[in-house]
């Protein structure tokens, strides 16, 4: 968790989280205008967005791969028609 790899990740996924949240408290004002929109509103949620996706990534840090945000890991299995299983 304390690597840079991590924490790069981490902030790629909150700016995005950002950003989508932003866009959708933008759409959500009917008639949405750019000289009258609140954007401390805007603004406060996507910090809340942008917070809330930090924590979530620590949160998930010791579930998933090692040294990855990600609640999954990198693995993954397949069965065969025949029923054999194979790792990835």
């Known amino acids: 968790m304390f690597t840079s790899t991590f924490w790069r ?13 932003a866009l959708v408290a933008i759409g959500a004002a009917a008639g949405f205008d750019l000289f009258t929109a609140d954007y401390v509103t805007i603004g406060g949620a996507a910090a809340g967005g942008f917070i ?3 924590l979530t ?3 998930s840090a010791p579930f998933g791969t090692n040294g ?5 890991s990198n693995t993954w ?12």
């Open 9 to 21: 990740d981490v902030l790629e996924r909150a700016i995005k989280t950002a950003a989508q949240t």
């Open 52 to 54: 809330l996706s930090v």
């Open 57 to 59: 990534s620590i949160g």
């Open 68 to 72: 990855s945000p990600s609640l999954l």
């Open 77 to 88: 299995t397949s069965i065969g028609a025949d029923g054999s299983v194979t790792n990835g």
